[in-house]
Every structure is written in structure tokens, then in C-alpha cells.
């Protein structure tokens, strides 16, 4: 072997740095940390601003509590363009449990990307404000992976929770077990997809609010180049109780760009104008397979606009109740199904009846 392919051969030692046990900062120690290090962040809350990673390919990792829930806040308080900003890294790049708050009023998401493909695994993004594209996120031309992930309560013109503007990557977002609630924005209340082709799988979207169209998702393509197409695929989600003003109250497709929905539940959302659960305009798309569209209410039909639905939906002006351990079909589990377990107890008694009415407990979603 050459000396070079050698010394290329050899693992490069990697280091653990902590804060603030070894820098008082989190910027400090990713100035100090180079590429394969582990910055490991002390529970509490720092109050930075503009953190950025410098094209490092490191882990950035937070807190926990038993939960699993992360227990490391960066809090901006307002001050900068933003909590922390990406510029051109790669899926090497990671950040995880780590919460973003405290942007107010300002242009720029909590976090943004500039041509940058980082994997975030759980994260949450809360509470923060802009006039600009995207509340919580603002990816730009990039490819992020989100895993886990929380968009909570965010605001913004386009994409409350989340935004996207362009994807020139040869790979697009996605997103894996992620939550949008209580998002809101004139146009995506949850999420923004802007010529872009994300894929979700298993996310979740509750009473995220658009005061135009596309209550949880707005997709809007660009027919210019593939790219750009705006061809989202949405697997195996639940949408509930999603709100827009216009069109989609679940999804909207404007300008260009096919939807691919499947698996899916979509129920409980209400649109002003058009598809209380899903509205397209021509030349776009809704393609629905294996999913569920009930209860959406405000317009004229549930599903509006060109749309493929195939034999295997179920499409129902109401919901069934099928949670389980909803003995009483009241849409929720709690004292009184458990009474009414006990009380049809036939000996010997089956203590498996009791668990599965506790396992359920709590409202139907």
C-alpha cells in the first residue's frame, strides 16, 4: 500500500466536546470541533443566535429526559436572523434533540438551509414568528432529512411550520415520523413545498390554520424543469382538524405538481372555497390510494379538482370510530368503557380486556 492510501486508510481520532462543561457556548464549541466530533449539550436553555456549523461534518446532540424528549433549548430571544443556519452541509451533519425557539417578527425561520442536506432527528421547532417563508424551517435549494421531528405552534407568511423554496439536490426532503399542530401561515398553514418533491411517511398534522389555501400542506410546483415539479409523496400520514380559508383544507395543489397520497387519513378538516379535504387546480393532481377522507366539511365535496381515486379509499361524509378500547363508540377511552369491560366479565376473567382499554386511553385520533 502507498504511504498516501495508507494514511487515508487510518480512522482520524474524533472527540466529544461538551457544553458547558468544556466551551461556555455552543457556537464556541463548534468553532473548536472538526469533522466526525460529538458536541454533546448539557439540559437548559442558551441563548444564542446565528449559530452556524461551518460545513463541519459533526454531531450536534442535546438532552433527553426519560421521555425521550429533548431537554436542550436554544432560545434566540428575538435577536439575530435566526437560531442557527446551514450553509451547504451534508446528511454527515447532525443535529438532534434540540429545540428552536425565541424568533419573533423577523424575515428568516428559526433554522434555515441554504443548499444543505443536514439530517435533524428529534427536534422540535416552537413558538417562533416570521413575516418571511417558513416559521419553524426555511430550506432553500437543499435536501434535508427530518426524523422525528416537531413543528409546534409556528407562524409565517408561506409554510408556518415549514417552508421550501426550490430543489436543485439530486436527492429531495424528507420527512419520517414528524408532527405539524397548531402551525399557521397565509398560504400552508403546516408546510410549504414550493417546487420541490418531498416525500413524508407517517407524519401527523393537527389544526394547523391557512388564511388563504392549503390548511396543512400547500403544493405548488414549477413545470420548467423535473426538479422542480412539485411531485410530493405523502405516505401512510393523518391529517386532523386542519383549517383553510380557501382552497385544500388538508392539501391544496396549485400551478403545477401531482400529490401522491396513500395509506393516508384525512379527517376533520374544513376548507371556505373548495376540497375540505384535498383541492387541486388544473394541470395539477390528487392521487389518493388506500386512504381515508371523512368528516371534512365547509365546501361542496371532500376531494375538489382533477384527482385519481382508485377502488381501495374509503371516502364517508362521517368518520367510523375504530380506536380501540372505544367500547361505547363515544370516540374516546376512558371510566366508562372500562366499567363496561368489567362489567360484561365472564369468568375466567381476561385481564387482556383491561389492558387494551388502558393502552387506548384518551381521545380517538
Known sequence: MHTAAFILAIALPTSTIEVPGDFPTIQEAIEAASDGDT????????????????????????ST???????????SLGLGDNV???????????????????????????????????TMINCTFVGNETTG?????????????????????????????YACWETGQPD???????TFSGNSAVLGGGFANLRSSPTLVECFFEHNTATEDGGAILNEGDPCCERWFGDVLVDSCVFDGNTAAGSGGAICNRTFGTSTI?????????????GSAVASSDPTMAILT???????????EQIEGPADLDGSNSIRDECPVTC??????????????LLAVIAGWDEPYDVGDLLTIIGGWGTCR
Open 39 to 62: 458536541i454533546e449539550i448539557a439540559a437548559g436553555t442558551y441563548h444564542e443566535h446565528d449559530l452556524i456549523l461551518q460545513q463541519k461534518a459533526i454531531t450536534l446532540r442535546g
Open 65 to 75: 429526559g426519560p421521555d425521550g424528549m429533548p431537554l436542550t433549548t436554544i432560545d
Open 84 to 118: 442557527m443556519a446551514f450553509f451547504g452541509e451534508g446528511n454527515d451533519t447532525v443535529v438532534e434533540h434540540l429545540v428552536f425557539t425565541g424568533v419573533a417578527g423577523g424575515d428568516w425561520a428559526a433554522v434555515t438551509m441554504f443548499h444543505a442536506r443536514p
Open 133 to 161: 417563508i417558513g416559521g419553524g424551517v426555511y430550506n432553500l435549494n437543499g435536501a434535508p432529512i427530518f426524523i422525528d421531528c416537531r413543528f409546534i405552534d409556528n407562524t409565517a407568511n408561506w409554510g408556518g411550520g
Open 172 to 178: 429531495h426532503p424528507s420527512f419520517l415520523r414528524c
Open 262 to 274: 396513500v395509506g393516508c387519513t384525512i379527517r376533520n378538516n374544513a376548507a371556505g372555497l373548495a
Open 290 to 300: 388506500g386512504s381515508t377522507v371523512c368528516s371534512n366539511l365547509g365546501t361542496f
Open 324 to 337: 380501540s378500547g372505544d367500547v361505547n363508540g363515544d370516540g374516546s377511552v376512558d371510566v366508562t368503557d
